[in-house]
């Protein structure tokens, strides 16, 4: 497709493209579309109109503060309750799974998210991002269950993420490769400027926090002297959308590994590790827990934590192999 085409053209015509693709996401993908345009406009003016900080705080209008990631998970949900595809949402903002009320209509999918992450940078204006899984429901009844949620990220049938960076991005895979779609405020639309992404095999970018060096495991010292051996380059925002998207598109690798005090690692499963992990797998790249295919992980609760190896195949696979060898020594 060229260049510039809209996101509604553009999913019509892989509904055309590949039978298989469902229509549901059109409506879908438009709401969450329309919840980045909001969350765009809060955060590209999030210092004047003084919409950080805490709840409790009134602001120069007299209204309730809300924190930035309340703010983004309440705009995701009244957009997406509408849209009669969902019969229910987790969030990481949401200690329980949310049902669609009654009076709206209700779908076949579940929607997952955590509505911002990385917001702690959004004050000292470093890009931030919105993570989503889309998964069919297995139960039938009226209600949402928690078996629609804990599915193993190979039953996703979409995934992507929007990053508010120097520009607004939407990228999202159905399982027939990685789109990108850039917004032009100017008319308020999110056009095709990156068609089939792929990831470099190897990548010239590691990207890991080194002041827990003293945590890591020997596998993992192993691998990060054998990344700078290499010429690797260090690259961490500290807002993993921004370092996915940056090697999602230059190739690279990005860990956030267990360690002694946090055996898995910070990093969530279900709203964060596995729908990276599809685009990854559907960009040429891979994703696993340091063992495990991310992708095959099934989950035991909503708000599970991972160890989070992602990126360029070879790399993470070679990860994996000093890990295996040193920390694992069959
Ligand atoms: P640390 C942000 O809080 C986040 O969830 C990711 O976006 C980011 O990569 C990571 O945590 C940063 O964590 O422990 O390195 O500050």
Redesign the pocket.
Known sequence: MELGTTLTRFIIAQQRKYPGASGDFSGLLAAIATAGKVISHEVNKAGLIDILGYKGKKNIHGEEVQKLDDFTNKVFMRTLSHTGHLVGIASEEMDDIYQIPEEYPKGKYVFLMDPL?????IDVNISIGSIFSIYRRKSQGPLAEMSDFLQAGRHQVCAGYLIYGSSTMLVYTTGYGVHGFTLDPGIGEFLLSHEGIQMPDRGGIYSI?E??TSQWSGGIKAYIEHAKGEKKTAR??????A?FHRNLLKGGI?I?PGDKKNPNG??RLLY?AAPLAFIAEQAKGYASDGQTAMMDIVPKSLHQRVPLFIGSAHDVRQAEHYMSKIDNPS
Request: aromatic fraction near 20%; proline fraction near 0%.
């Open positions: 992450d990385g917001s702690s940078n926090n002041s827990y961490y925002v500290g807002s993993l959308v370092d990005y956030y910070k990093l964060e």
